[in-house]
């Protein structure tokens, strides 16, 4: 299962550079080795890939790199 997405991973690692220049920072969806789309928000690049690829793989990243984070929970005692 952990080699579902590989090609899209590696097509986006391969475009990363040229998406930085051309979009700065946006998600981007990747079907095979074509980017489909980018988009300023999330919402926007999951609805796309929803409505136009549902029977594919599809890989939605973020043009910037960020770090991985747990979120923040707070519960009343």
């Keep these: 299962m952990a080699d579902v997405l590989d090609r899209e991973i ?3 690692e391969k475009m990363l550079p040229k998406l930085r ?3 700065g920072s946006a998600w981007a969806v990747i079907v095979g080795n074509d980017l489909k789309g980018s988009f300023p928000d999330f919402e926007g690049a999951a609805l ?3 409505e136009n690829f549902a029977d594919d793989d599809v890989l939605i990243r973020h043009t910037q790199e960020h770090t991985a984070h747990i979120p923040f929970i707070a519960v009343d005692a």
Excluded: H, I
């Design 10 to 12: 590696r097509a986006f």
């Design 48 to 50: 796309f890939a929803v």
């Design 21 to 23: 220049m051309e979009l």
